[in-house]
């Protein structure tokens, strides 16, 4: 497709584009518009009805309607009070209005000259004044100026983008572009949604100039049938790709690891308890995806506390079982540590070598964890980022488990996944006959965005060895509905433990008007006494990290105050990690009874014998966040509580998290109320999926579409035609483009 910035000087009528072409093609691409299909692409979110003019007298019978009418300029003024601002008079044959500009440039004071014609679009309101306008459209035409016959089609812009910009660049791409329907008319007659006439060119055509008659409503609630049309292509483009990187990834190398042997049994064995039916359902799930010589890729989700390390454990042990690898990465220390010492705990004694490898060790220290990892003799290896750097080289990585999965980025992840062996000693008796290696799936699909170094697909052959993609399990805490998880996420799998282990004790959850702070402190001291233990976290300030760590420690001085008699401590982001270890240990020994925090708890931190949780300004955090602080309580058997203090009055999205808070502890729902409140997009980050994709279709409205976009991308690619091949193609180039690979990893 021709690129953008020699096409834009074209329309020389738009001063803006003449002025500066190559920085319009650059403020165009910031909202993602590079080529002819994306502009033609690039569909309005709205419509101005600009066809129809109405006398003022009829305009003010509308009711706040928004309405067009015309007239002439009577009268123009500046006017001081109650503030500046700019009103206008202009009169037609059934009476006058006002239109007020509280901003406004001197340029547009001499628009308004008396006598001038103008014509307004805009809400009618009666103020003390009579008829006027708040801040009008507006345009200076001239008598009998012919009236637009389509509705104005509003586009989503951006800085230094306008409307009149875009207008101009998608009417020219429109003529430029290849109109070819990727879905034959024969193909379109099959499917029961598709009204014969809903051609893509028809489609996109109608929606950037809708016909004056059309029906308005459909058009704005996006039901008419060129909008199905979009949404179908996109659904279906999203499903196509989907269902190639299921087939790429099955297509890749990746190292068989069969065997249930001596460790795994061993480690099941001395597990001081047994798996819940969930865990074992998983479990046999990786398992079964351990096997085959394909990558698995799969998503744990379980809520917090739900048991996932211990299912990563035996995953990792399976993987050592069969001669390989495993890697285990933590998005923050505290918690990279805490997965160390208890896995550590559990497999040292089984004759496992564990290596530990953070940011934060020392020179030497990183060297001799380098070494063993680059040896081989490391068997597994914990820690944080410090994995990804690429001072490591795995000797034969067979497993990467990614805890807490969407703290991390796409980036992250891929890299920790293309650490597998690249050495070409993938020749162990275990594994030979399993892997497969196909140098050729490095041809799939088109580029890969630019800001990603390498195709995950690619499979170097350095040195004549090939790359075995490592076998991958990302696990999260925070659940994503189904089907979010299955049309959001590429190709993944999805295993949920839908259970808790026996023994815990439901959550009690309370919110508490801060001005009851003594009650509270009162309660923690109380609990102190029983042997408990308690967090106290201290208050989100996004804005400024410095006033949040002064916060932490004035808690923390007025906590000491309060409670001579507790042991308080205080864990925040700024500490060194070793300075934090010794917190976090002194916790977990229950030398310190109360552990004053800023959000740094909230991943995976396990302390079982903490069972109640204090949470300032619980406003200020979001649902899923305040679901995850409060899994630090409950892992033991003793009753737990969480308080939530809050500043009120409560604003109305707040207060619905602290009742939901107080409703449920299950995730699920959690993660659906947060969905609700939030919206898809801020719910699953943009950079971590493909999200960006889906422009038109809504997952909640129209999943009917998703399941016959999911219908028609099996039939075309199970039917091995050459027809269908082009089809699938076609669709996929027009509607990703460069976009596809986001959707790998
Ligand atoms: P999360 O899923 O939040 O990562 P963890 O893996 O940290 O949860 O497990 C929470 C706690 O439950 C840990 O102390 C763990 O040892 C314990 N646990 C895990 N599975 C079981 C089980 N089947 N029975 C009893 N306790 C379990
Ligand atoms: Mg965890």
Redo the contacts with the bound molecule.
């Keep these: 497709m021709p690129a953008l910035n020699q096409k834009t000087a074209k329309p020389a009528a738009q001063p803006a584009a003449r002025n500066a072409p190559a920085s319009l093609a650059s403020r165009l691409a910031k909202l993602g518009l590079r080529t002819d299909m994306d502009l033609v692409l690039h569909l309005p979110m709205r419509y101005e009805d600009e066809t129809q003019v109405l006398s003022i007298r009829d305009a003010s019978l509308r009711g706040g309607q928004p309405c067009q009418v015309e007239g002439v300029v009577t009268a123009c003024d500046i006017q001081y009070r109650p503030r500046r601002q700019l009103v206008v008079t202009i009169a037609d044959d059934s009476g006058q209005l006002v239109m007020r500009f509280l901003n406004f440039y001197g340029s547009q004071v001499k628009q308004f000259e008396t006598g001038n014609r103008v014509r307004a679009r805009g809400e009618l309101r009666h103020g003390f004044f009579g008829a006027e306008m708040v801040h009008p459209g507006y345009k200076i035409v001239l008598e009998g100026a012919p009236l637009p016959t389509a509705l104005t089609p509003v586009y989503p812009a951006g800085e230094g983008v306008s409307q009149a910009m875009l207008r101009n660049a998608i009417a020219a791409a429109l003529t430029r572009v290849d109109w070819n329907d990727s879905l034959p008319p024969a193909l379109l007659a099959t499917l029961e949604w598709a009204e014969p006439a809903a051609s893509f060119e028809a489609a996109v055509r109608l929606l950037h100039n809708p016909p004056s008659d059309i029906d308005e409503h459909a058009l704005i609630e996006r039901s008419h049938p060129a909008w199905v049309r979009m949404k179908f292509d996109e659904l279906l483009a999203q499903q196509l790709s989907l269902k190639r990187a299921q087939a790429a990834r099955r297509s890749q190398g990746a190292a068989a690891l069969p065997v249930i042997g001596e460790l795994s049994n061993a480690f099941l064995m001395t ?6 039916g969930a ?1 074992q359902r998983v479990l046999s799930e990786i398992r079964n995806d351990l096997r085959a010589g394909f990558p698995m890729q799969r998503l744990l989700q ?11 454990a035996l995953a990792a042990a399976q993987a050592i079982d069969s001669g390989f690898q495993a890697a285990l990465m933590a998005p923050t220390e505290i918690l990279a540590d ?1 997965h160390f010492r ?1 896995i550590a705990a559990w497999m040292e004694p089984l004759g496992i070598k564990v290596a530990w490898l953070t940011g934060s060790l020392k020179k030497k220290e990183k060297l001799a964890a380098q070494a063993l990892i680059e040896s081989g003799e490391a068997q597994l290896v914990i820690g944080t980022h410090a994995l990804i750097q690429d001072a490591v080289q795995f000797a034969k990585l067979g497993l990467v488990i990614v ?1 807490e999965q969407h703290r991390f980025g796409v980036g992250q992840r891929l890299t920790l996944r293309n650490k597998g062996s690249t050495n070409g000693d993938v020749s162990t008796p275990t594994c030979s006959a399993h892997v497969r290696l196909q140098a050729d799936t490095a041809t799939q699909a088109g580029g890969m965005p630019p800001e990603f170094p390498a195709s995950p697909l690619t499979l170097p052959l350095q040195g004549g060895g090939y790359h075995v993609v490592p076998h991958q399990l990302m ?1 999260s ?1 925070t659940p994503i509905p189904r089907t979010l998880a299955m049309t959001y996420y590429a190709d993944l799998e999805v295993s949920v ?1 839908d259970e ?5 004790s439901p959550i009690v959850t309370r919110a508490i008007d801060q001005n009851r702070r003594d009650e509270v402190i009162e309660r923690v001291h109380a609990a102190a006494l029983e042997g408990r233990q308690v967090y106290w976290v201290c208050p989100l300030i996004e804005e400024s990290e410095a006033l949040q760590l002064q916060t932490a420690t004035d808690t923390h001085a007025m906590l000491v105050q309060a409670l001579p008699d507790l042991a308080v401590g205080l864990v925040h982001g700024r500490m060194k990690p070793a300075e934090k270890q010794a917190v976090m240990d002194a916790f977990t020994r229950n030398e310190i009874q109360l552990l004053v925090a800023t959000t740094v708890i909230e991943v ?1 931190v ?1 302390v ?1 014998n903490a069972s109640l949780m204090v949470i300032e300004h619980a406003e200020r955090f979001g649902l899923s966040q305040l679901h995850q602080l409060r ?1 630090r309580v409950g ?2 058997s003793a009753a737990s509580v969480c308080l939530m203090l809050y500043l009120g009055p409560l604003g109305g999205t707040a207060k619905q998290r602290l009742l939901t808070m107080r409703e449920t502890t299950d995730g699920f729902a959690i993660a659906r109320k947060d969905l609700e409140l939030r919206g898809p997009g801020e719910f699953l980050g943009a950079r971590q999926s493909g999200q960006a994709m889906l422009r038109f279709a809504d997952l909640e409205t129209d999943q009917w579409l998703v399941e016959q976009a999911r219908d028609l991308a099996q039939r075309l690619l199970h039917d091995a035609s050459a027809a269908s091949a082009a089809i699938v193609s076609a669709h996929l180039a027009r509607w990703l483009g460069l976009r596809e690979d986001f959707l790998r990893v």
């Design positions: 597990l001081p308890f047994t798996l819940t865990q379980g809520d917090v506390g739900s048991g996932k390390t211990v299912v990563a805490q208890k805890d696990m805490a433990i808790l282990p026996p023994g815990r995976g396990d079982p899994g892992r033991g």
